[in-house]
């Protein structure tokens, strides 16, 4: 789990850095929660919530297109619970901790449809291209001396694609802040993906394994900076 939000921080870090200097750059930071579709919503069916930063790049003078990157984090379950578990008729108790997050990497192109400099609205339609990390750990803690006993973690990657929309609205008459909303279907290709974290015979954590599709409708609401200098 600090891996991956290192990674997240490293990443958002680095947008920034890149963008600083540019004059025709944006950056948006942003609430996010998904839902999954499909196959991976009859297996899976979390909703998660996270958090996320993008950069678009606009060439053209008259703003028709926008490219860039975006990168993300989705907390499914994070639970902790006490367990008692046996051996040899003794007893201890653990306490055992278990986390599930998507990490997202990807690009993007959108296409500004109302971009008019004097409106305070703008309306845009977008493609996305990425991927995502399903990670799943969980760890068991004696419950007196917090020592862990076992660990065990896994991580998949599968790809994602598809369109979506979303509309912005100036804070201010600057136009250098703006609150967004937008929402997108990403059709997600079939991994494999864990869920349902365990207790098995040799007291030992395990999780139960899934395979489908990854399907999800990804929502986002939050601000976009304009770096511009006019």
């Not at 290192?6 to 200097?21: A, K, V």
């Not at 065990?152 to 136009?175: D, F, H, I, K, Q």
């Not at 990403?186 to 394994?209: A, D």
């Amino acid at each position: 789990m600090t891996k991956l939000l290192h990674i997240f921080l490293l990443c958002g870090c680095s947008f920034i850095l890149t963008d600083i200097d540019a004059q025709k750059w944006t950056v948006g930071l942003y609430s996010q929660a998904h839902f999954p579709q499909t196959d991976y919503k009859e297996i899976y069916a979390k909703t998660g919530v996270g958090m996320g930063l993008d950069a678009l790049y606009t060439p053209q003078e008259d703003g028709l297109i926008s490219v860039g990157g975006e990168v993300g984090m989705l907390f499914l379950r994070n639970a902790r619970r006490r367990v008692d578990l046996y051996n040899l008729g003794w007893g201890n108790t653990h306490m055992m901790i278990a986390s599930n997050n998507i990490v997202t990497l990807g690009a993007k192109a959108r296409l500004n449809i109302i971009r008019d400099p004097e409106k305070a609205v703008r309306l845009y339609i977008e493609g996305k291209v990425g991927t995502n990390a399903f990670a799943r750990s969980v760890e068991l803690q004696q419950l007196i001396s917090g020592e862990t006993d076992a660990s065990v973690s896994r991580t998949r990657w599968g790809m994602y694609g598809g369109p979506g929309a979303g509309v912005a609205v100036a804070l201010g008459e600057n136009r250098k802040i703006w609150v967004f909303a937008q929402a997108a279907y990403l059709w997600g290709s079939t991994t494999t993906y864990y869920s349902h974290p365990r207790i098995n015979e040799e007291n030992k954590p395990v999780f139960t394994t899934n395979r489908s599709t990854t399907d999800m409708i990804l929502a986002q609401l939050g601000f976009r900076f304009n770096l511009q200098d006019s």
